[in-house]
C-alpha cells in the first residue's frame, strides 16, 4: 500500500505539472494586464490585447458582474491557448462595461525549450528522491521530506488548472494549494525530525500540531480561492500579502530548528546538516522573492522567474549528500571555489560589455570592437591562470583566513623541511604540522627501517592498538603509492578494515615518501575533525610537503653515510698506527 501510494502521488505531480512542457509547442495566451488582491488593475503592457480595449491602470474587474464561466480566467488575465476569449465587466470612472478580449501568444525567450526540460529534469530529481527516502526508510522524516519534494518540485501547473472548461479550475486551484499546505507541513515535520529522532519536549509537542496547522492552511486556501476567483474585492489584497508573507514565516520557523539542531550535533552530523541549512535558508528566501515579484512586479522578465525555479535543485542534491555515508564535502570550499569563479566571470562579462559599449554604441566602429574582443580572449587566455591565482588567494586570505593560513603554514614547513636536522623533526613536519594546522583528526608516518619493514615512528590520532607495521596484506597499497608518486586516496583505493582509527581519524589520504624512485616513506592523514573531507586545496597543500620531505631524508642519508665513513677512515687509519708501532706490515 505504501508503494502504491507513493508511485501515485508522484505520477500525479508529476503529469499535472509536466502540462507545462506543451506550452514549448502551444504558448499559452495572454491579456496583457495584472490585478492586485482586490481586483484593481495595476499593470497594462503596451500593444496587449487589453491596452487595445482601453483597460488603464486602476480600473476594476467586476467579477460578481461578469459571467461565471469567465471569472477565473477574467482574474488569473490568461487562458489555456492564445486566441481564446472571454467576456468580463470592467468598471471605469465608476461605470461599467462588458470587455471582451482575445489572448495574444505568451512571448518566450529564445532559451524557453530548455528552461521546460530543465523543470522536467529538476521535478524529476525532486520526486525521486523524496519517493526513494520514503521507501527505503520510511518514517515521519522521510515522509515528511516526500511530500516537501512533492509541493516544491518546480511546476506552477498552470496548464494543469485551466486544462479543462470551467468550473475545473475552480476545483484545480485548490487541490493545488492542498498540495502546497501538505509541502508546507511536510517541511516543518523533515526540519523537526532531522537528527532529532525520538522527538522529546517541545519538538514533540510541535509535531502533534502539525495536522491543526494543515487543517488551517487547506481553509485558508479554500477560502482565498472564493475570494480571489469569484467574489473579488476587498479584503482580497489583504489574502494577497498574507499569501506573500507566508513562506517568510516558513523560513524563519525552518531556519530556527534547522539552526538549533545544528548547534547540538557534533562530528559528522553537524558537517552534514550545514549543507541543509544553507539549502534550505537560499532556497525558502527565493521562494518568498519569487512569490512576492510574481504578485507586485508586473514586467517582470521571466528569465528572473526562470532562474528563481530552478534554483530549488539545491535543496534535492543538499538532502541527497545529507543521507549519503560516504564523503562529507566543507562547505566553506565549496563557497570559496564560487565566489573565486563568480568573479572570474563578472571580470570576463564586464570586460566585453565595456569594449562592446565603446566600440559598438560610443565610436560606433564594429569591426575594431570584435578585433578588440578577439584581443581580449586572447589576453584573458594568456592572463587566466596568474589571474584565478590572485583571485582565489584574496578570497582565501579576505573571507576564508584560517585555510588560507593554513596553507600558508604549510607553505613554509615545506620549504623548511629539506634544513631538518634529525628525522625526528622530519616526523614532525609531516605529522604535527598538518593536524594542527589544518585541525585534522589523525596522521601517522611510518618509516621502512634498515629489514625494509615500514614501522609507524610517529602518529596523531592514533592508539596503541593500531597497527604499528605494515605487513605483506599492505603491499598492493605501497605498491600504488611507488607507482602514483603523489598522494593517493584511500577512498578510491581501498585499504585495510581492521586495526585502523575509526571515525574522522580513518585514514582517506596516503603521501608517499620517495627518495631516488624508492619508496621511504609512507604518511596517512585522516579527516577534519568535524568529518569533512580534505578538499583539493588542502590536498595540494599536504603534496607540498612530499618534496622537502624527500630531500630531508636524502640529505640525512648521505649525513649518516658520510658520518659512517669517517668513522671507517678513523677506524681504519688507528688499525694502520696500531700496525706501524707493532712493526707489523699489512698483507
Given amino acids: 500500500m505504501r508503494t502504491l501510494v507513493v508511485i501515485a502521488l508522484s505520477l500525479i505531480v508529476f503529469v499535472a505539472g509536466g502540462l507545462d512542457f506543451r506550452r514549448i509547442w502551444v504558448p499559452i495566451g495572454q491579456f496583457g494586464y495584472q490585478l492586485n488582491g482586490d481586483d484593481v488593475v495595476v499593470y497594462v503592457a503596451d500593444g496587449s490585447p487589453a491596452a487595445r480595449a482601453g483597460m488603464l491602470v486602476g480600473d476594476i474587474v467586476d467579477l460578481p458582474s461578469t459571467p461565471p464561466q469567465f471569472r477565473y480566467y477574467a482574474v488569473e488575465a490568461g487562458t489555456l491557448e492564445a486566441n481564446q476569449s472571454i467576456t468580463f465587466a470592467l468598471r471605469h470612472d465608476g461605470r461599467s462595461r462588458l470587455v471582451t478580449l482575445f489572448a495574444a501568444p505568451q512571448v518566450t525567450e529564445t532559451y524557453y525549450a530548455a528552461y521546460r526540460v530543465a523543470v522536467l529534469g529538476v521535478a524529476f530529481l525532486y520526486i525521486t528522491l523524496g519517493a526513494v527516502l520514503v521507501l527505503l526508510q520510511p518514517n515521519r522524516m522521510t ?4 511530500l516537501y519534494c512533492l509541493a516544491n518540485a518546480p511546476f506552477t501547473f498552470y496548464s494543469a488548472g485551466l486544462f479543462f472548461a470551467y468550473p475545473w479550475p475552480y476545483i484545480a486551484y485548490p487541490l493545488q494549494w492542498t498540495l502546497t499546505s501538505a509541502g508546507i507541513v511536510g517541511l516543518l515535520v523533515f526540519a523537526l525530525c532531522f537528527l532529532n529522532e525520538p522527538l522529546q519536549g517541545w519538538r514533540s509537542s510541535t509535531l502533534r500540531a ?10 485558508f486556501g479554500a477560502y482565498y480561492t472564493y475570494l480571489w476567483g469569484w467574489v473579488g474585492g476587498p479584503p482580497g489584497e489583504l489574502f494577497n500579502r498574507a499569501y506573500v508573507a507566508m513562506p517568510a514565516v ?8 534547522f539552526v538549533e539542531t545544528y548547534v547540538r550535533a557534533r562530528g559528522q552530523d553537524r558537517q552534514r546538516i550545514r549543507w541543509v541549512v544553507v539549502a534550505f535558508g537560499v532556497n525558502l528566501a527565493i521562494q518568498f522573492a519569487y512569490n512576492f515579484l510574481g504578485i507586485y512586479w508586473a ?3 521571466l528569465w528572473v522567474a526562470h532562474v528563481m525555479q530552478l534554483s530549488s535543485v539545491m535543496v534535492p542534491l543538499a538532502v541527497a549528500y545529507a543521507v549519503i555515508k560516504h564523503r562529507i564535502i566543507d562547505v566553506t570550499f565549496v563557497v570559496s571555489r564560487a565566489l573565486v569563479f563568480g568573479i572570474l566571470t563578472t571580470i570576463l562579462v564586464g570586460a566585453f560589455s565595456i569594449i562592446d559599449w565603446f566600440f559598438t554604441d560610443y565610436l560606433r566602429l564594429a569591426r575594431l570592437g570584435t578585433v578588440a574582443e578577439v ?5 584573458f587566455g594568456l592572463w587566466f591562470n596568474g589571474l584565478h591565482r590572485r583571485v582565489d588567494t584574496f578570497i582565501d586570505a579576505t573571507f576564508f583566513r584560517q585555510r588560507h593560513k593554513a596553507e600558508v603554514r604549510l607553505a613554509r ?7 631538518a636536522p634529525t628525522t625526528s623533526a622530519v616526523a614532525h613536519f609531516l605529522v604535527s604540522e598538518p593536524v594542527q594546522a589544518m585541525m585534522l583528526a589523525s596522521a601517522a608516518l611510518f618509516r621502512r627501517d634498515a629489514d625494509g619493514i615500514f614501522v609507524r615512528e610517529q602518529s596523531e590520532g592514533w592508539s596503541s592498538d593500531d597497527i604499528s607495521r605494515l605487513g605483506a596484506e599492505d603491499d598492493p597499497l605501497l605498491m600504488l ?8 586516496s584511500l577512498f578510491d583505493h581501498r585499504w585495510r578494515t581492521e586495526a585502523l582509527p575509526t571515525g574522522p581519524a580513518r585514514p582517506v589520504l596516503a603521501l608517499p615518501i620517495m627518495v631516488r624512485r624508492e619508496l621511504v616513506a609512507i604518511v596517512f592523514f585522516g579527516s577534519h575533525m568535524h568529518g569533512e573531507g580534505l578538499d583539493p586545496d588542502e590536498i595540494k597543500a599536504l603534496a607540498g610537503l612530499q618534496t622537502g620531505a624527500a630531500a630531508a631524508y636524502d640529505h640525512l642519508d648521505a649525513e649518516a653515510l658520510r658520518r ?11 688499525l694502520e698506527i696500531r700496525l706501524a708501532q707493532a712493526n707489523i706490515q699489512p698483507a
Fill in 413 to 419: 614547513d615545506a620549504a623548511a623541511l629539506p634544513l
Fill in 250 to 257: 516558513v523560513l524563519l520557523a525552518v531556519m530556527f530548528l
Fill in 375 to 379: 584581443a581580449a580572449v586572447v589576453a
Fill in 143 to 146: 515522509w515528511g521530506f516526500f
Fill in 210 to 219: 502539525m495536522p491543526w496547522l494543515f487543517a488551517a492552511l487547506v481553509t
Fill in 299 to 301: 514586467s517582470e522578465p
Fill in 481 to 488: 603509492a611507488q607507482t602514483e608518486r603523489g598522494p593517493l
Fill in 564 to 574: 659512517e665513513n669517517e668513522l671507517m677512515k678513523s677506524q681504519v687509519g688507528s
